[in-house]
């Protein structure tokens, strides 16, 4: 049973930092993409970033990219979401995901397996 539990959110104001960490256990995930997503309300859940396991690839949509970076610590089994200058349109409930590597494109929810049960980010002007 493979298990993804986030941490790491909570209430900043806009051009705040906040890291995020999902924490995998269960199985082994070194054939596996790590991804996180957002969904605010009434919205899609959108694809943030991701990170092969194995050689470290990262991927970002473009609305995050440089100010959101993805890592991963393969001893510790955890992703990160690093994520800078922070802006009220950040805020979401954030799910990291894990899927095989070649399902799909990183960017579609189908392509993921496994996901953990969210962290509200909230950014307020």
């Known amino acids: 049973q493979v298990q993804l539990v986030e941490s790491g959110g909570g209430l900043v104001q806009a051009g705040d930092s906040l890291r995020l960490s999902c924490a995998a256990s269960?199985?082994?995930?070194?054939?596996?993409?790590m991804g996180w997503f957002r969904q605010a309300p009434g919205k899609e859940r959108e694809f943030v970033a991701g990170i092969t396991w194995s050689g470290g690839r990262t991927y970002y949509t473009e609305p995050v990219k440089g100010r959101f970076i993805i890592s991963r610590d393969n001893a510790k089994n955890t992703v990160y979401l690093q994520m800078n200058s922070l802006k009220p349109e950040d805020t979401a409930v954030y799910y990291c995901?894990?899927?095989?590597?070649?399902?799909?494109?990183?960017?579609?929810?189908?392509?993921?397996?496994?996901w953990g049960q969210g962290t509200q980010v909230t950014v307020s002007s």
């Open positions: 269960g199985r082994t995930f070194s054939s596996a993409v």
């Open positions: 995901a894990a899927g095989p590597t070649g399902r799909g494109p990183w960017v579609s929810p189908s392509s993921y397996d496994h």
